[in-house]
Structures are given as C-alpha cells and as structure tokens.
C-alpha cells in the first residue's frame, strides 16, 4: 500500500451498536477515523423481531395481532433510539471540532450476527468498529457475541473498543503489534498504518515464544523492520522478541510496561494466534482488557 494511495483505502467504516455507552464509544472511535480519512460511517441496529416466533403458532390468531402491535412498537422505539444516539455523536464531533463526516443510519429487525453479515455484503465496509464491555465484564453481551463472528467470518478488519478506551489525537499513539513472521502480518502491519495514516504512531512489532527453539526469530525480526523502515521512513518502528508461554499474559504485561494504546494483532486458523480465539484465551485477551483491540483478517 503505497503512500499516494491512502485516501483511496478506507471509505465506508461500519458500526453495529446497541445504543450502551460501549457502542458510543466505538461511534467517537469512527468519528476520529472518518475525519482523518475522508470516509463515511454507517450506524447499524438489529432488534429482535417477536413475529418470527409467533409463525410458529399459525392457529394463535389473537397471538400474532397482539406480536404484530409489538412489533410495530419495538420499531418505533429502535428507529427513536437511533435518531437520540446520531445526535449524541454529531454534537461529539462539533464539540472535538472534527471534520464533517457522513453517517448513514439502518435500524432492523431480525438476530444481530444474521444480519450484519447481509449488512457487510451490501454496505461492503473497509473497517467495522464494535463496543465491547471489557475488563472484569462478560463476554456474552448481544455486541460480543457479535465481534466474535464478525472476526471469524468477515475477513474484514475488526476494531473492538472499550467503553474506556480513548484516543488523545495531540499524543502519538503507541501500538502493539503482536507477529509471528507470518506472510499476512506483512500485509496487516501496512493496513494498519494506512488506516492509523491520520495520526502521530509508533509501532511495536512484539513476537511472544516459549521454550522451543526459535534461533531463527531473531532474523526474521530484524528482515521485518528493515522491511517497514525502509517503505514508511515517517513512521517509529521497535521490535521485540519475549520469552513467555502464556501468550496473553505476556502481551498485558507488555502493553502495561510499555503504556501501550492499541493492540493489533491477525486471526488466522492454523496459524500461532488461532489459540488467542478459542473460548477461554479469547475471553482472556479480547474482553479483559481496557485497551482497544485491531484484529485483522
């Protein structure tokens, strides 16, 4: 991804919310994006729709009438909701004096992980920011169970975002990279600083081992940063190698030690990151932790 291209990488920015503060969260995360890269936002909502299990009942005439009134009702409270929630973000972006952005609104009924795969197929979003609930919560949130599909089927960029995340756009964001020399974390390092392209970053390539024998690790570190150095001059690159053989607790560890803003790291199955997105890592890594998380596909 070549410098002169960036303008033309990121134009739609996706956002499925639930009107919490963990998904205005994920908006003001959009809102600093947009206004750096010139893309727009689209605020998506799926509610549950009540009639799919009255169909199950055909003889229930009065049954259907009376879902058929809540429906209508469960509408007009979603579509309300989402008019309130545009303008909590709009006054967001007057009041942080961002550049105007676009944000289109699509609020329907029917199971959230559903249809926002039709969502992703019609909209065709570069990126998709989700709220999660973060530290010390569970993972079983509507949002949650969300992200966790959307990681492992869109083959789009995922950013999850904490509802106490933040970005400070007079300081330089310090982001961990997590890699394994993997061909992908190649093409997922450039994406990731075209679409950070706005900002002042540094990145920290970090490669996390156990006790088997990795001589090579070193080398393969060093081809990595005379790779990037050499194609974004402008950006500051440090690569680590660390011994550790509970992952994840070697990535907080850094990420706290070294006051780290954002991580990012690739899912890939198969791959040495494909365990971080079993049940208990993921819930570990993706949903303890007040750091915003890029996963990229």
């Known amino acids: 991804m070549e410098n002169n291209n960036k303008k033309n990488i ?4 996706l956002v499925p919310v639930d009107f919490s503060d963990y998904s205005l969260n994920a908006c003001y995360f ?13 605020l998506f909502h799926a509610f549950f729709n009540p009639m799919i299990d009255a169909m199950a009942f055909p003889d229930a005439y009065t049954y259907q009438s009376n879902m058929t009134e809540i429906f209508m ?3 007009q409270n979603a579509e309300k909701e989402m008019k309130l929630f545009t303008k909590k973000i709009k006054r967001y972006a007057t009041l942080k004096e961002l550049k105007e952005v676009k944000i289109n609104t699509e609020v329907i009924s029917g199971q959230p992980g559903f249809e926002i795969e039709n969502t992703i197929n019609s909209y065709h979003p570069d990126i998709i920011i989700i709220g999660t609930k973060g530290q010390g919560k569970q993972s079983s949130d509507i949002l949650g169970s969300v992200a966790a599909k959307v990681i492992d089927s869109s083959g789009i960029p995922v950013l999850l975002v904490t509802k106490d995340a933040r970005i400070d756009e007079d300081e330089k964001i310090k982001v961990l990279y997590a890699t394994n020399f993997d ?12 679409i950070l392209s706005g900002f002042s970053i540094m990145i ?18 060093n081809e990595m940063k005379k790779y990037f150095s050499e194609k974004y001059k402008e950006i500051s690159l440090e690569c680590s190698i660390i011994g550790s053989e509970d992952i994840v607790s070697g990535l907080k560890n850094f990420v706290q030690s070294n006051d780290i803003d954002l991580i990012a790291l690739t899912h890939k199955k198969r791959n040495f990151f494909y365990r971080l997105f079993n049940p208990s890592l993921a819930k570990k890594l993706l949903f303890n932790t007040s750091k915003p ?3 990229f596909n």
């Open 183 to 194: 061909d992908s974390d190649y093409l997922a390092i450039q994406s990731l600083i075209t």
């Open 73 to 75: 009702e469960l509408e």
């Open 10 to 13: 990121i134009n739609h920015i």
């Open 204 to 221: 920290n390539c970090v490669h996390f081992h156990g006790n088997t024998d990795k001589s090579n690790d070193k080398e393969k570190m």
């Open 293 to 295: 998380v890029f996963v």
């Open 30 to 42: 959009a809102l600093h994006l947009s206004s750096r890269l010139g893309a727009d936002i689209k």
